[in-house]
């Protein structure tokens, strides 16, 4: 990963200091509500207004850049990904264990936004296991194999995300298969997008736990989902809550095991549970400076 990784290399090498940028996602509100509030918009594409089904709107872009371009942001975008929730739009459904025609490139063009609109990372989500998990795996490595080197010719950088392991469903809980599939891909432009809610599921609650799963993923981060949850399966989202730092059972000060120079982005649901977040992660900055 040594060209395109090198800048987090390099933030990595500055000891002295603990660049923490917070940045909150597009679900929680639109671009004027967060300007004032974060440094960073991770743009949720499959609310945000782009596609009309499953055809890109271009004028849409071109309108989302003039409007950035008036402040001081930078941007980070989400792709589309599995989703059975009522309120996903249904069309815009990708799963990376079976990318047909249509996925594929709705996973491409979430890259080409993010290379017209000069952001550093595209989170995507690893696929779900069908009957047998062994081909599910390698399916989905396969599919990303060449959604990576779509990336590389546009200089954009992927972050696969850990997923909750309380949805059996789900590949790519454990921080040791998300890494399997990362070295698998063995894409420069290729890394892992941390995940804390999801992470803290997987490790059933247990702060231990996820410690360890923090210092196993540390090497491979390239950005940070922020949220809070209680670590159990729930009857609705498997558990995955995304509230804000503060109202689960999470001690964020594992996130020092990272020691991760880059955007940590609230993926929270409201300007109310960006600012609760806000002042967790600035006193965890604090303390680590």
């Given at each position: 990963?040594?060209?395109?990784?090198?800048?987090?290399?390099?933030?990595?090498?500055?000891?002295?200091?603990?660049?923490?940028?917070?940045?909150?996602?597009?679900?929680?509100?639109?671009?004027?509500?967060?300007?004032?509030?974060?440094?960073?918009?991770?743009l949720y594409i499959p609310k945000l207004g782009v596609y009309k089904g499953t055809k890109l709107?271009?004028?849409?872009?071109?309108?989302?850049?003039?409007?950035?371009?008036?402040?001081?942001?930078?941007?980070?975008?989400?792709?589309?990904?599995?989703?059975?929730?009522?309120?996903?739009?249904?069309?815009?459904?990708?799963?990376?264990a079976r990318m047909d025609d249509t996925q594929k490139r709705l996973i491409e063009e979430s890259?080409?936004?993010?290379?017209?609109?000069?952001?550093?990372?595209?989170?995507?989500?690893?696929?779900?296991?069908?009957?047998?998990?062994?081909?599910?795996?390698?399916?989905?490595?396969?599919?990303?194999?060449?959604?990576?080197?779509?990336?590389?010719?546009?200089?954009?950088?992927?972050?696969?995300?850990?997923?909750?392991?309380?949805?059996?469903?789900?590949?790519?809980?454990s921080a040791s298969e998300l890494i399997e599939a990362i070295e698998q891909i063995d894409s420069?432009?290729?890394?892992?997008?941390?995940?804390?809610?999801?992470?803290?599921?997987?490790?059933?609650?247990?702060?231990?736990?996820?410690?360890?799963?923090?210092?196993?993923?540390?090497?491979?981060?390239?950005?940070?989902?922020?949220?809070?949850?209680?670590?159990?399966?729930?009857?609705?989202?498997?558990?995955?809550?995304?509230?804000?730092?503060?109202?689960?059972?999470?001690?964020?000060?594992?996130?020092?095991?990272?020691?991760?120079?880059?955007?940590?982005?609230?993926?929270?649901?409201?300007?109310?549970?960006?600012?609760?977040?806000?002042?967790?992660?600035?006193?965890?900055?604090?303390?680590?400076?």
């Amino acid at each position: 990963m040594q060209q395109t990784l090198e800048p987090f290399i390099l933030l990595r090498s500055m000891s002295d200091r603990w660049n923490m940028i917070i940045g909150a996602s597009s679900f929680a509100g639109n671009i004027h509500e967060l300007k004032n509030e974060v440094k960073s918009i991770e743009l949720y594409i499959p609310k945000l207004g782009v596609y009309k089904g499953t055809k890109l709107i271009k004028a849409s872009i071109k309108k989302l850049k003039d409007t950035l371009s008036a402040y001081e942001l930078t941007t980070t975008i989400h792709a589309p990904y599995f989703s059975d929730s009522p309120n996903y739009p249904h069309e815009l459904v990708v799963d990376t264990a079976r990318m047909d025609d249509t996925q594929k490139r709705l996973i491409e063009e979430s890259i080409m936004i993010a290379d017209a609109l000069d952001s550093g990372i595209v989170v995507i989500h690893p696929g779900r296991i069908n009957t047998d998990r062994r081909k599910s795996f390698e399916d989905m490595t396969s599919g990303l194999s060449d959604i990576s080197g779509f990336a590389e010719d546009r200089n954009v950088m992927l972050g696969l995300e850990n997923k909750e392991g309380t949805d059996p469903c789900n590949l790519c809980c454990s921080a040791s298969e998300l890494i399997e599939a990362i070295e698998q891909i063995d894409s420069t432009n290729l890394g892992a997008t941390f995940d804390i809610g999801h992470a803290n599921l997987t490790c059933n609650g247990d702060p231990s736990r996820l410690r360890d799963f923090a210092r196993i993923i540390r090497e491979y981060v390239v950005h940070v989902h922020v949220h809070d949850n209680n670590g159990i399966l729930t009857e609705k989202y498997w558990g995955d809550t995304h509230g804000a730092p503060g109202t689960g059972n999470i001690d964020f000060s594992i996130m020092e095991e990272l020691d991760f120079n880059g955007i940590y982005n609230l993926e929270v649901f409201s300007v109310e549970d960006i600012r609760k977040g806000k002042k967790v992660l600035e006193g965890i900055n604090k303390n680590k400076k």
